[in-house]
């Protein structure tokens, strides 16, 4: 089985900075893609960026230039660094892999339960 667990969220004051996490563990082979998401209340979920696993990364035009994505491949770990934020930045924010599994080599995209940005005005 493989687990992803996010970390790093929070409660934060608008033109501030959170730091998430988000570790992919389990019966791992390679690590592709990763990314993150994110869903407001009565939004549809939107993608906020991805990076490859040679370390490409796409965006979001709304988070362009404040967001950064990374990874450590050696850790199975992405982040996402969020500066000056908003209040409209305020979501529960997963983070997805695209993960191909040491049993029979199946790829699969997995998802982490989430963890809570909230940006105050």
């Known amino acids: 089985q493989v687990q992803l667990v996010e970390s790093g969220g929070g409660l934060v004051q608008a033109g501030g900075s959170l730091k998430l996490s988000c570790v992919a563990s389990?019966?791992?082979?390679?690590?592709?893609?990763m990314g993150w998401y994110r869903q407001a209340p009565g939004n549809q979920r939107e993608l906020v960026a991805t990076?490859?696993?040679?370390?490409?990364?796409n965006y979001a035009d709304s988070v362009k230039g404040r967001f950064t994505i990374s990874r450590d491949n050696a850790k199975n770990t992405v982040f996402l660094q969020m500066n000056s934020l908003k209040p409209e930045d305020t979501a529960v924010y997963s983070c997805?892999?695209?993960?191909?599994?040491?049993?029979?080599?199946?790829?699969?995209?997995?998802w982490g339960q989430g963890t809570q940005v909230t940006v105050s005005s």
């Open positions: 990076i490859t696993d040679s370390s490409s990364t």
């Open positions: 389990g019966t791992i082979f390679k690590v592709n893609a």
């Open positions: 997805t892999a695209i993960i191909i599994t040491t049993a029979a080599l199946n790829t699969y995209k997995y």
